[in-house]
């Protein structure tokens, strides 16, 4: 059976990956996987986090099954931090899910099990695993435009593409701090989306990863919350991934807003049925540690603002390797740049130079030109300048 097998295609953020450790330069800089690094290259565990960890291992509750839909506080948790107390909160369910990646791919499963093979549509370029996953699904993928010739949000071409979206087409859309151009729809382009989607009849469908990594918190989930209360019907899969920094902790959530009460409870028991066939249910640990930090007024108020300094590190790399770049003579590039949001860049980069800043400087992005900033230790920023120069002349 096993000789059947073809080669799997190639992970290129994981091959890469594995290329990295092979290289044996002192000097080289991994800024291929999306992990928040501090100064010195760590990946830290926040402090909100190791003291709800701390209370928790002192509780030491029991270890028996939650059931199909995970941790019932951490849902109610997540409805609240996402949603608001706005109206779509009372038609609206939630089931903790195996990471943003589980959500991505229970929802789809829901989308695949009411319609076999919806059409889903994802910007391109698009987070590399949205895809596979929607696939996987059963699902058929088509592309909408996200970025113009110099990688800044091209809302005509996207409103354009989108317009030939069908009634009970869905949409997938980055909710804010977009993977992997950092380029984000402004305020005016994401209320369009809205009211094109209400009057040609396609379900959004919300990918959430980085909230509190672009703009704050609550500017971040601006977006998401203007479609919920705009749209009948609203699909979002959360990450507690990087704001939380729980990356092996894999924690998420899925959150189906409903016409009504009724339709959303519906898609709830039709979520916990897919999640028993393919996991039966989450981990405990993550949901606990995020519903205690949450729950908390001092633990969430100390997560809020770790969650700030990290957006401020993010905001400084940004900003300082725009202006390296323009006291070397590429201002364009520098401009491009320095408006991006989130852990991403885009580099004004062929596949070919990206290859070069590798083997040349020691300095690992994707082939696309997507580098992580969030993983760019502060007394680097002038050596990848520097590379980045050196491949563009």
């Known amino acids: 059976m096993l000789e059947l097998l073809l080669p799997p295609p190639?992970?290129?953020?994981?091959?890469?990956?594995?290329?990295?450790?092979?290289?044996?330069r002192p000097e080289r800089l991994n800024l291929v996987l999306g992990?928040?690094?501090?100064?010195?290259?760590?990946?830290?565990?926040?402090?909100?986090?190791?003291?709800?960890?701390?209370?928790?291992?002192?509780?030491?509750?029991?270890?028996?099954?939650?059931?199909?839909?995970?941790?019932?506080?951490?849902?109610?948790?997540?409805?609240?931090?996402?949603?608001?107390?706005?109206?779509?909160?009372?038609?609206?369910?939630?089931?903790?899910?195996?990471?943003?990646?589980?959500?991505?791919?229970?929802l789809a499963d829901l989308v695949c099990r009411t319609r076999p093979g919806t059409t889903v549509w994802i910007s391109d370029p698009a987070y590399v695993n949205h895809r596979p996953i929607l696939e996987a699904a059963g699902l058929t993928v088509r592309t909408y435009g996200w970025v113009d010739a110099r990688g800044r949000a091209d809302t005509a071409a996207m409103l354009r593409?989108?317009?030939?979206?069908?009634?009970?087409?869905?949409?997938?859309?980055?909710?804010c701090c977009h993977n992997p151009t950092g380029a984000d729809p402004s305020a005016e382009a994401w209320a369009a989306l809205a009211e094109l989607a209400g009057r040609?009849?396609?379900?959004?469908?919300?990918?959430?990863?980085?909230h509190g990594l672009g703009d704050g918190l609550e500017a971040d989930l601006a977006a998401t919350r203007l479609l919920a209360d705009r749209v009948p019907e609203l699909l979002i899969a959360?990450?507690?991934?990087?704001?939380?920094?729980?990356?092996?902790?894999?924690?998420?959530?899925?959150?189906?807003?409903?016409?009504?009460?009724?339709?959303?409870?519906?898609?709830?028991?039709?979520?916990?049925?897919?999640?028993?066939?393919?996991?039966?249910?989450?981990?405990?640990?993550?949901?606990?540690?995020?519903?205690?930090?949450?729950?908390?007024?001092?633990?969430?108020?100390?997560?809020?603002?770790?969650?700030?300094?990290?957006?401020?590190?993010i905001e400084s790399n940004r900003t300082e390797l725009a202006a390296r770049l323009t006291a070397l003579g590429h201002t364009e590039e520098a401009?491009?740049?320095?408006?991006?949001?989130?852990?991403?860049?885009?580099?004004?980069l062929t596949p070919r130079q990206?290859?070069?800043?590798?083997?040349?400087?020691?300095?690992?992005?994707?082939?696309?030109?997507?580098?992580?900033?969030?993983?760019l230790p502060t007394d680097r920023v002038d050596c990848v300048a520097r590379g980045i120069a050196g491949v563009l002349t």
């Open 35 to 106: 992990v928040y690094r501090d100064q010195t290259g760590d990946t830290p565990v926040m402090a909100a986090v190791r003291e709800a960890e701390l209370r928790l291992a002192e509780r030491s509750a029991s270890k028996e099954y939650r059931g199909l839909s995970g941790n019932l506080a951490f849902n109610r948790a997540m409805l609240s931090l996402v949603l608001g107390s706005g109206p779509a909160a009372e038609r609206a369910v939630a089931v903790q899910t195996v990471a943003g990646s589980g959500a991505l791919r229970l």
């Open 200 to 210: 040609n009849g396609w379900v959004p469908f919300v990918d959430l990863a980085y």
């Open 335 to 348: 401009a491009t740049l320095a408006q991006q949001k989130g852990m991403f860049s885009m580099l004004p």
């Open 354 to 375: 990206m290859v070069r800043l590798r083997d040349e400087f020691a300095i690992y992005g994707t082939t696309t030109g997507r580098i992580n900033i969030a993983g």
């Open 238 to 313: 959360i990450s507690c991934s990087k704001n939380f920094g729980l990356y092996n902790d894999r924690t998420g959530c899925a959150i189906v807003v409903g016409g009504s009460r009724q339709s959303a409870r519906h898609a709830e028991a039709a979520l916990q049925n897919a999640a028993r066939t393919l996991y039966s249910m989450p981990p405990e640990h993550g949901a606990a540690v995020v519903t205690a930090v949450l729950e908390d007024p001092g633990l969430r108020a100390l997560w809020l603002a770790e969650l700030d300094g990290m957006r401020g590190r």
């Open 10 to 24: 190639v992970d290129p953020l994981w091959d890469l990956t594995e290329a990295y450790g092979l290289d044996p």
């Open 161 to 175: 593409d989108l317009a030939r979206a069908r009634r009970d087409d869905v949409v997938l859309l980055q909710g």
